[in-house]
């Protein structure tokens, strides 16, 4: 149990990083990212409601709901981006299903904790920012932690099979791993919440971005998969042609659809990389900047009876009027 001293320094800790949040939130009132709009949750700094209006790239035209909730631990730890938009997207996991890893390792072996799962309509950062994340950021940050209140004795046990635990003496992993340590750190340290944002935005409008994306890091792996192919087809136009790539494959199932056996046999679960992925990835994307264009979405808030942010629906004269007044308030001529 804590002493009162140290509650007392944890709660003097956690207000400092809550103004933080706050000085960066009124930062981004004069710089914030293109197309992208955040505000405050009343009484609750540290969670953040958006909007991204998609302007161009694979995802042009959506507009697009998200919660970013920062930790008292910011920007020591990640936030949790959350989008209550359905959208198919490799970094999103589905609103429709159980909950992703981020935490895959080498072979495909998955061991994930609860703080490693992405809740459904989270937004995987570990592409973006993957100093964040993994196992051994964890435990350097602990040895981090740990150092902090009590002087270095033993150095911390090298990973076995490491380049450092083959050939290297006590002295210099311990040196390695403090060295390791600080400068992980230091980037964290580094992330700003503009950043965070651009990031969100540059992977629904940057084609590149989304290539760059590795499997072990997407948070819907099948939309990961649909994506690659939408790119293959794209680099080879006639591979749709004859058999290619998706050839004897079934098609995947609709979200939400019960099964998973695509006419498969034995009611086995499929790998998302045994499914056939060509042109879903247009179709589901093609939905989904419609649904997040529907009247439902934007003026009823539909699924969402508690945002943050929301919009009216005015014709061009009202929105002439609007302007002009905003135009009058800033002293500025329209």
């Not at 003097?12 to 960066?24: I, P």
């Not at 179709?283 to 529907?294: D, F, H, N």
């Not at 009247?295 to 009216?312: C, K, P, R």
Request: with cysteine; aromatic share 8%.
């Amino acid at each position: 149990m804590a002493s009162p001293t140290a509650a007392a320094k944890m709660s003097s800790l956690a207000a400092l990083r809550r103004q933080q949040l706050l000085a960066e939130f009124a930062g981004l009132k004069q710089a914030c990212p293109h197309g992208v709009f955040v505000s405050l949750t009343p009484g609750d700094p540290s969670l953040w409601s958006g909007v991204i209006f998609v302007r161009k790239g694979p995802y042009a035209t959506a507009v697009l709901r998200f919660q970013i909730s920062f930790p008292d631990t910011f920007p020591s730890l990640p936030p949790l981006v959350t989008f209550s938009t359905d959208m198919f997207h490799p970094l999103i996991t589905p609103l429709t299903t159980y909950m992703y890893t981020t935490d895959i390792q080498d072979g495909g072996t998955v061991s994930a904790t609860d703080e490693e799962r992405l809740p459904p309509g989270g937004f995987s950062l570990r592409h973006g920012f993957p100093d964040w994340f993994g196992r051994a950021t964890r435990r350097n940050r602990q040895v981090s932690s740990q150092s902090t209140q009590t002087p270095l004795s033993t150095p911390p046990r090298p990973v076995v099979g490491s380049a450092s635990a083959a050939g290297s003496t006590p002295g210099s992993v311990a040196s390695s791993a403090a060295s390791d340590a600080l400068a992980s750190h230091a980037r964290r340290k580094d992330v700003s919440t503009f950043e965070v944002l651009r990031y969100i935005r540059s992977t629904f409008d940057d084609e590149d971005v989304l290539d760059s994306v590795p499997l072990e890091a997407a948070g819907n792996p099948g939309a990961w998969h649909a994506w690659k192919a939408r790119q293959r087809q794209a680099t080879s136009p006639g591979a749709g042609a004859g058999p290619g790539i998706g050839a004897g494959k079934a098609l995947p199932p609709e979200p939400g659809a019960k099964g998973g056996g695509g006419g498969g046999g034995g009611g086995t679960a499929r790998k998302p990389g045994e499914w056939n992925w060509e042109g879903v990835w247009e179709e589901r994307v093609k939905r989904g900047i419609a649904a997040s264009l529907s009247e439902g979405v934007l003026y009823g808030n539909a699924g969402a009876a508690d945002e943050v942010i929301n919009f009216l629906s005015m014709d061009e004269a009202e929105v002439d009027g609007a302007k002009k007044n905003l135009f009058r308030t800033l002293g500025t001529a329209a």
